[in-house]
C-alpha cells in the first residue's frame, strides 16, 4: 500500500460545482498534513494546512479524520482558476518527513 | 521576504554532460529538499538535508547524481553524464524546521532537457 493515496481523478465540473477530494495515508504516526496546488508547468505552493479540528478558508475547506486516516479537501462554488492539480501530503516522522500524494488534477469547465 | 530561488530556470544539456542546479532557500530555513518531477507524473523525492545533519541520500537515483548544502544555506545538485532519462523538471524546496510539521515553501524549479 502506498504511504498517501489520493482520488485517481481527473475531476471535470462546471463553474459553480461543489467538488470533494479524498486522501488516505497509512502511518499513523503522522501529525501534520496539507494540501497544496501545483497549476501547470508551475511548483506546488501551499494551499492550506490542515488542522485536527477541520478549518475553512473562503471557499476551501479541509477535513481530517485520524480514525480512519484520510483527509478531504471540498471546494464550494468552483472558479475556472481553481483549475489545477491538488497534492495532499502528510508528514512522517522519518527521513524526509513529507510524502506527497500523487495528486487530483481538477478541470473546472465554463 | 524573499522566497526559495533555483538557478537555471532552463537547461539544455548533451547527454554525458554534466550539470549543476543551484538552489537559494528561504532565509533561516533549516531543511532542504530536492525533488524532480516528469512531465505529467508526481513529485519524485532526491535528498534532504536539515541542518548540520548528514543528508538523506535515499531518493537518489544513481549515483551520477550527488548534492551538498554549503554553509546550511545554499545547496547544488549536481547530475554527471547525463542521461536522457534524467530529463525533468528539479524542484527545490525548504521548511523553517526539519521535523515536518510546517509547510514547505517551493522554488520555481530547473527544467532540464538532455539531448
Known amino acids: 500500500r502506498k504511504e498517501v493515496e489520493q482520488d485517481p481523478g481527473p475531476f471535470n465540473v462546471p463553474e459553480g460545482a461543489t467538488v470533494a477530494f479524498n486522501c488516505t495515508y497509512s502511518n499513523s504516526a503522522s501529525q501534520s498534513f496539507f494540501w497544496y496546488r501545483q497549476d501547470c508547468r508551475k511548483e506546488p505552493k501551499l494551499l492550506m494546512s490542515?488542522?485536527?479540528s477541520g478549518n475553512e478558508d473562503g471557499r476551501f475547506t479541509a477535513q481530517l479524520n485520524r480514525a480512519s486516516q484520510y483527509i478531504s479537501l471540498l471546494i464550494r462554488d468552483s472558479k475556472l482558476s481553481d483549475s489545477a492539480t491538488y497534492l495532499c501530503v502528510v508528514n512522517v516522522n522519518y527521513g524526509q518527513n513529507f510524502v506527497f500524494g500523487p495528486g487530483t488534477r481538477l478541470s473546472v469547465l465554463p | 521576504g524573499a522566497g526559495v530561488s533555483q538557478s537555471p530556470s532552463n537547461k539544455v544539456t548533451e547527454k554525458g554532460k554534466d550539470v549543476e542546479l543551484r538552489c537559494d532557500p528561504i532565509s533561516g530555513h533549516t531543511a532542504l529538499y530536492w525533488y524532480r518531477q516528469s512531465l505529467g507524473q508526481g513529485l519524485e523525492f532526491l535528498i534532504y538535508?536539515?541542518?548540520?545533519?548528514?543528508?538523506?541520500k535515499s531518493g537518489l537515483p544513481s549515483d551520477r547524481f550527488s548534492a551538498e548544502r554549503t554553509g546550511g544555506s545554499v545547496s547544488t545538485l549536481t547530475i554527471q553524464r547525463t542521461q536522457q532519462e534524467d530529463s525533468a523538471v528539479y524542484l527545490c524546496?525548504?521548511?523553517?524546521?526539519?521535523?515536518?510539521?510546517?509547510?514547505?515553501?517551493f522554488g520555481p524549479g530547473t527544467r532540464l532537457t538532455v539531448t
Open positions: 490542515v488542522y485536527s
Open positions: 524546496a525548504s521548511s523553517p524546521t526539519g521535523t515536518g510539521l510546517y509547510e514547505q515553501y
Open positions: 538535508f536539515q541542518g548540520n545533519s548528514a543528508p538523506d
